[in-house]
């Protein structure tokens, strides 16, 4: 992934953030004789270990836990907010009318080699660690141990889990540290006024961004 240096994000709490608040993962592999996608939400581990684990499971006929190649390394990418900016929130637009449109986003791409975990006490543990961190929060939380035994132990039967242990991850925060302060300012102010997914989620990134400093850089 190309990325300069003022929208690298390499801070493991930030990336664990990232991934925590939007686990639906593109995971890209080799796959018979070419690329193959699965879109699949995927648990980031405690830190317990000398290296970062996600772990999800997969339709037992899906071919990407029989078709992967031992070690080889899958990439796994997390997409966070992302926003069209429009080239009339800049202040600087009525001052040079040197803007164009960009579009901010923030994702983080992990590496690592998929490990099959064809072990139902092991997809129970994992769905029961992805379901609490989903349904926390909510008034009435759901467990998995609320549907009837039989049905879930069939359900897992269906499934093969996968881990990822992260060998290397990185960050792209492109959140308008290539512009001025006062263009990242009027962004903002635009931002709230949004009524877009993500508009506000984007403000904020912003906002984090003003805080770090990063600016003057080009895309």
């Known amino acids: ?25 593109t995971l890209v ?3 018979g004789n070419s690329l193959e996608a699965n879109h699949i939400p995927l648990y980031l581990a405690p830190d ?18 029989r078709e992967m190649p031992r070690n080889d390394e899958v990439l796994v990418i997390f997409q966070g907010p992302q926003h069209y900016i429009s ?5 600087t637009k009525a001052e040079t009318g040197k ?13 690592g080699p998929l490990h099959v975990r064809d072990d139902p006490a092991w997809v129970r543990q994992q769905m029961d660690a992805l379901t609490a961190q989903q349904e926390n929060g909510f008034t009435l939380p759901w467990q998995v141990d609320d549907a009837p ?21 990185m ?22 006024q949004q009524k877009q997914i993500d508009s506000g989620s984007m403000a904020e ?10 600016q003057d850089h080009p895309e």
């Open 99 to 111: 803007v164009v449109p960009t579009w901010n986003y923030a994702v983080v791409h992990a590496h």
């Open 29 to 31: 592999s080799m796959g």
């Open 149 to 169: 035994q039989d049905f879930t132990e069939r359900l897992i039967q269906q499934v093969v889990g996968i881990e990822i242990p992260i060998s290397r991850w």
């Open 48 to 65: 317990e270990g000398p290296q970062p684990v996600l772990q999800g499971h997969v339709a037992r006929a899906n071919p990407l836990w």
């Open 205 to 214: 990134y912003v906002l984090a961004s003003l805080k770090d400093g990063k």
């Open 1 to 25: 992934m190309y990325c300069p240096e003022s929208f690298a994000e390499n801070r493991p709490e930030i990336l664990r953030a990232l991934i925590q608040c939007y686990p639906l993962a």
């Open 87 to 91: 080239p009339s929130w800049y202040a």
């Open 171 to 192: 960050g792209k925060w492109k959140v308008s540290q290539n512009q001025p302060l006062c263009n990242r300012d009027s962004v903002v102010a635009h931002l709230e």
